[in-house]
């Protein structure tokens, strides 16, 4: 009996430790202030009340610094830098912290439950089209709201620290930001796809270099159809004109190519993600039908 529940120990001890998922987060930890990279920065949406604005800033985790620097954004803002409405009502709040060139951006929504249309993988597309590099971006709401107030913070933060993004890229990211959830929403494409298709797209433009609109309508086809995803004329339009933009622009996903590949690499897995839950699933319950036969047949 003793060597039975032993092994009965040991089978809960390895299954814990082996099977079921650990909850992983971007790190954050406070280590003194960075003099030469700055201090944190804290934007929160105007529209928060107080108990909101409390909140948010314990999920931002704003304590564990010794010092932010704070900003609010509001609807002018948004008409400011990406030509909004300015009488919105801004939510979405984010806490940014640079980090050194070649660190790359990583970006964590701390509120999935609350932003319900943007993903980090469409904040991270929008964000390199934008400009923005090398920085840690955690993004939170108090409320349900879409998420896209969350590019007008972090674009209000770079301002109000003296770095001054291209207004005509910080405008297309926008346009992006909106084309992808728009297109999710419409065409019933899985989130994840469309930030993958995005990807791809900027990728082969970097590798192509096109000269010409037909070419980038070309470099879309050819990436719409790689993907299995069909659209319908009018957005299929919509993306060739966004990448016209950017192409217009002369925006450099050269410099950005690693990032590119490593965004290529998360979405997949986010892809792959629903095999793996449903796998897993299915091991549990087998794995709890053949502990409680184990357990039966030791009191029998």
Known sequence: MK??????????????????????????????INEKLGLPIVVYGEALSEAQK???????????????????????????????????????SVKIIHQDNAEGLNIEIVTPDNITQVTKEMY??????????????????????????????IYKAYDAKGVKLDEERMKVASDEL????????????????????????????????????????????????????????????RLIDLFEQMRNLNINFDQVQNQLEDLTGSIQDLIN?????????????DFFKSLSNFINSLFN
């Open 3 to 32: 060597t039975r529940v032993s092994l009965w120990m040991l089978i809960v001890v390895l299954f814990t430790a082996f099977a079921l998922p650990s909850s992983i987060s971007a790190s954050t930890g406070d280590q003194g």
């Open 54 to 92: 409390a909140e948010v800033s314990e999920l931002l985790e704003v304590n564990q610094h010794d010092q932010v620097d704070e900003f609010t954004v509001n609807g002018q803002d948004l008409a400011n830098y990406i030509g909004g409405n300015p009488n919105s009502n801004m939510y979405s």
């Open 124 to 153: 991270t597309n929008a964000l390199l089209t934008a400009g923005v590099e090398n920085a840690d971006v955690l993004v939170a709401s108090s409320v349900k709201v879409s998420g896209h107030s969350a590019l007008t913070g």
């Open 178 to 237: 909106d084309i992808a959830t728009d297109i999710a929403e419409k065409e019933g494409v899985d989130r994840d796809k469309i930030s993958e298709l995005l990807t791809e797209i900027k990728k082969q433009i970097a590798e192509q270099d096109p000269a010409t609109r037909e070419e980038v309508e070309q470099i879309v086809q050819d990436q719409l159809q790689s993907l299995n995803i069909e659209l319908s004329e009018e957005d299929r339009q």
């Open 273 to 285: 993600d629903d095999g793996f839950w449903n796998s897993l699933r299915n091991a549990v319950q």
